[in-house]
């Protein structure tokens, strides 16, 4: 200790210095702790404020992501952005419940958000008794538009139509599936595409037809059961609800007791309607309608002797009502349907054609069921439409000489 009062250290190394009165002499502390106290508060404050922006910004994207979703339930809805290409829409057996057409429509890309428009039609239905969006839905080809909102895609798919202009029109007997369809797309009942495809396809559960089947022997599926008769349809109708004002027509008027008749007969109801469209071209009027059946059915007892029916309206139905009709896209040619429908004499197909040959009336059904008893199997027409029958080729041949010498056999 030097008269200072510091203590003087021989040992120069040392730095520390120190003050002899102890109550004066400073505390020694560690040169770190006050920076780590200060450290952990700046790091408490910072992680406190990172947190809230975490916490903002997560609110912020879930606030985004339920708007976004949000807007694209309500476009389902009211269809606000959405476009007006059409989408065709088919399927050939009836939807039940509204859960199954909004899956269709969504995988067809018409709705995007399909669990909320489920909810959406059940909550309607049950806060809107009258006309509910729920099934079901007939079978049917439709064409439909994200601009049609959800309520007006199921109300298309329902058969209704939202159109009051209604058109009458009337096909007469003998009318062919190509005709009807062509006169109903004239007249802007609906698509020539959609009907088409309805009639080849779609299942209906009238009984004439409940299991009548598309096949490649016949051009148009339905030809023969689309009842001739004169109806109103809605403009721009969906196609199947048009097809099933002819069908369900037809099943009204094809009693029951026609029916057991065809059974005690040993035809089917197809054989019988096929006879009866053979009838209707083949006759000149309708009091000639149950002598042409009773021959036709001669000839079709005796395919040993008579394997051709020998009528040429068979192949005219091919040539001049199918041929026309048939674009690049037909499944086959007219010469392919000749084969089934040719039943000339010189040709190949025994017995009935393959399928009707046009849509008859009640007088040629109720001829194919009820044919006048003749022991005849050859007939033929002057230019006045006079009927000549024959029971022998010979007798036939003289008869043509005799009335028709113009015609050709």
Same mark, same amino acid.
């Given at each position: 200790m030097d008269k200072y009062g510091f203590n003087s250290n021989e040992n120069k190394n040392t730095p520390d210095f120190y003050f002899s009165n102890s109550e004066n002499a400073p505390v020694k502390h560690s040169n770190n702790s006050p920076k780590k106290s200060n450290a952990k508060k700046k790091?408490?404050?910072?992680? =406190?404020?990172g947190s809230t922006y975490?916490?903002? $910004?997560?609110?912020?994207?879930?606030?985004?992501?339920?708007? $976004? +979703? *949000?807007?694209?339930?309500?476009?389902?809805?009211?269809a606000i952005t959405k476009t007006k290409s059409n989408v065709t829409v088919s399927y050939s057996q009836k939807i039940e419940n509204a859960d199954e057409a909004i899956d269709i429509l969504s995988d067809k890309g018409l709705i995007r958000c399909k669990n909320f428009c489920k909810f959406f039609v059940k909550l309607r239905d049950n806060l809107i008794k009258?006309?509910? %969006?729920?099934?079901? +839905? &007939? /079978?049917?080809? +439709? +064409?439909?538009?994200?601009?049609?909102?959800? &309520?007006?895609? %199921? #109300?298309?798919?329902? =058969?209704?139509?939202?159109?009051?202009?209604? #058109?009458?029109?009337?096909?007469? @007997?003998?009318?062919?599936?190509? @005709?009807?369809?062509?006169? %109903?797309?004239e007249n802007d009942v609906c698509d020539k595409t959609a009907l088409l495809s309805v009639i080849q396809s779609t299942d209906f559960t009238y009984s004439l037809v409940t299991n009548l089947k598309a096949s490649d022997s016949v051009p148009y599926r339905l030809e023969g059961f689309m009842f001739p008769d004169t109806y109103e349809f809605f403009i721009n109708e969906s196609a199947s609800s048009t097809v099933r004002k002819f069908l369900e027509n037809g099943d009204a008027k094809f009693t029951e007791k026609y029916k057991q008749r065809a059974e005690k007969m040993?035809?089917? $109801?197809?054989?019988?309607?096929?006879? /009866?469209?053979?009838? !209707?071209? @083949? /006759? *000149?009027?309708?009091? !000639?309608?149950?002598?042409? /059946?009773? $021959?036709?059915y001669n000839r079709l007892d005796d395919t040993v002797n008579f394997p051709t029916l020998g009528c040429q309206s068979t192949s005219d139905y091919i040539t001049n009502k199918v041929a026309p009709n048939l674009s690049s896209t037909s499944s086959h040619t007219s010469e392919y349907y000749m084969t089934y429908y040719n039943t000339n004499l010189s040709s190949t197909v025994v017995g009935l054609p393959a399928g009707p040959i046009c849509n008859p009336g009640m007088t040629a059904i109720h001829a194919a %069921?009820?044919?006048?008893?003749?022991s005849a199997k050859f007939f033929f027409h002057d230019t006045k439409g006079n009927i000549y029958t024959a029971k022998t080729y010979s007798e036939f041949k003289q008869k043509v000489r005799t009335y028709a010498p113009y015609l050709e056999y």
């Amino acid at each position: 200790m030097d008269k200072y009062g510091f203590n003087s250290n021989e040992n120069k190394n040392t730095p520390d210095f120190y003050f002899s009165n102890s109550e004066n002499a400073p505390v020694k502390h560690s040169n770190n702790s006050p920076k780590k106290s200060n450290a952990k508060k700046k790091k408490k404050s910072s992680s =406190g404020v990172g947190s809230t922006y975490l916490f903002f $910004i997560i609110v912020i994207c879930v606030s985004v992501v339920v708007s $976004i +979703y *949000a807007i694209f339930c309500m476009n389902d809805i009211f269809a606000i952005t959405k476009t007006k290409s059409n989408v065709t829409v088919s399927y050939s057996q009836k939807i039940e419940n509204a859960d199954e057409a909004i899956d269709i429509l969504s995988d067809k890309g018409l709705i995007r958000c399909k669990n909320f428009c489920k909810f959406f039609v059940k909550l309607r239905d049950n806060l809107i008794k009258s006309k509910p %969006l729920g099934g079901p +839905y &007939e /079978a049917g080809v +439709y +064409y439909l538009n994200g601009k049609m909102g959800l &309520e007006g895609m %199921l #109300v298309t798919l329902k =058969g209704d139509t939202s159109s009051s202009e209604t #058109v009458t029109l009337t096909f007469p @007997e003998g009318y062919t599936v190509p @005709e009807i369809v062509n006169k %109903l797309s004239e007249n802007d009942v609906c698509d020539k595409t959609a009907l088409l495809s309805v009639i080849q396809s779609t299942d209906f559960t009238y009984s004439l037809v409940t299991n009548l089947k598309a096949s490649d022997s016949v051009p148009y599926r339905l030809e023969g059961f689309m009842f001739p008769d004169t109806y109103e349809f809605f403009i721009n109708e969906s196609a199947s609800s048009t097809v099933r004002k002819f069908l369900e027509n037809g099943d009204a008027k094809f009693t029951e007791k026609y029916k057991q008749r065809a059974e005690k007969m040993g035809y089917s $109801i197809y054989q019988i309607m096929t006879i /009866a469209s053979i009838v !209707q071209k @083949e /006759a *000149a009027n309708d009091d !000639q309608m149950k002598t042409i /059946a009773g $021959i036709l059915y001669n000839r079709l007892d005796d395919t040993v002797n008579f394997p051709t029916l020998g009528c040429q309206s068979t192949s005219d139905y091919i040539t001049n009502k199918v041929a026309p009709n048939l674009s690049s896209t037909s499944s086959h040619t007219s010469e392919y349907y000749m084969t089934y429908y040719n039943t000339n004499l010189s040709s190949t197909v025994v017995g009935l054609p393959a399928g009707p040959i046009c849509n008859p009336g009640m007088t040629a059904i109720h001829a194919a %069921l009820y044919p006048k008893e003749t022991s005849a199997k050859f007939f033929f027409h002057d230019t006045k439409g006079n009927i000549y029958t024959a029971k022998t080729y010979s007798e036939f041949k003289q008869k043509v000489r005799t009335y028709a010498p113009y015609l050709e056999y």
